[in-house]
Nanobody, 125 residues
Framework: VQLVDSGGGLVQAGGSLRLSCAAS????????MGWFRQAPGKEREFVAL????????YYADSVKGRFTISRDNSQSTVYLQMNSLKPEDTAVYYC???????????????????WGQGTQVTVSS
């Protein structure tokens, strides 16, 4: 199983970025997909998740209304559209896969079986 994160970069506050996570080696549509982030000196924290079919999404309060998670099961890819970025969004962002056939909607990193390598997002003020 391989998850490859991409799309990070340096952006000014108020700007936007779109992260992508391309999955291979798994039956993508059977996995709940999540995004997490980790800032220096802090624990990895939940950002968003999307259920297997894409019918339900969940967000951390800190990103609700600004970030949107989506997936394309035909392309085995999950996305995170990030708008109105703030300096406090600066972190390494990781996609993660929980499954197969998981029916839970977990906010806990330890429940996810596979992880991407991470992509750095830096928001300047």
């Amino acid at each position: 199983v391989q998850l490859v994160d991409s799309g990070g970069g340096l952006v000014q506050a108020g700007g936007s970025l779109r992260l992508s996570c391309a999955a291979s080696g798994l039956t993508f549509s059977t996995y709940t997909m999540g995004w997490f982030r980790q800032a220096p000196g802090k624990e990895r924290e939940f950002v968003a998740l999307i259920t297997r079919s894409g019918s339900s999404t969940y967000y951390a309060d800190s990103v609700k209304g600004r970030f949107t998670i989506s997936r394309d099961n035909s392309q085995s890819t999950v996305y995170l559209q990030m708008n109105s970025l703030k300096p406090e969004d600066t972190a390494v962002y990781y996609c993660a896969a929980d499954g197969p056939a998981s029916i839970r909607t977990s906010y806990r990193a330890r429940d996810y079986d596979h992880w991407g390598q991470g992509t750095q997002v830096t928001v300047s003020s």
